[in-house]
């Protein structure tokens, strides 16, 4: 069975850090684009940050550039969001997807994780 798993979730104040954790089973991570997103309440669900299947390739939203950066390790069927310098706007549910190609549209991705949680606040 097919499954995304997010980790690595919490509250921080402004400023902080976190790294969320992509973890497949199931398949093998390697073989797709990995994006990550974030549903605020009353939101949309927004795309944040995509990488591709090589890693080789990855682009971020003009509200996270500078500040997130996402890697993959293809041997640890795992894929990493790292957050730095976090902001109240931040806040969200943050969700990773799993698809052939990066797309910044969560229509496009098949395949999806629970979500975790980021709070940004003092």
């Known amino acids: 069975q097919l499954q995304l798993v997010e980790s690595g979730g919490g509250l921080v104040q402004p400023g902080g850090s976190l790294r969320l954790s992509c973890a497949a089973s199931?398949?093998?991570?390697?073989?797709?684009?990995i994006g990550w997103f974030r549903q605020a309440p009353g939101k949309e669900r927004e795309g944040v940050s995509c990488?591709?299947?090589?890693?080789?390739?990855?682009n971020y939203a003009d509200s996270v550039k500078g500040r997130f950066t996402i890697s993959r390790d293809n041997a640890k069927n795992t894929v990493y969001l790292q957050m730095n310098s976090l902001k109240p706007e931040d806040t969200a549910v943050y969700y990773c997807?799993?698809?052939?190609?990066?797309?910044?549209?969560?229509?496009?991705?098949?395949?999806w994780g629970q979500g975790t949680q980021v709070t940004v606040s003092s």
């Open positions: 990488i591709s299947s090589s890693g080789g390739s990855a």
């Open positions: 199931g398949f093998t991570l390697g073989f797709y684009a």
């Open positions: 997807a799993a698809d052939l190609y990066c797309s910044s549209y969560p229509a496009s991705f098949d395949y």
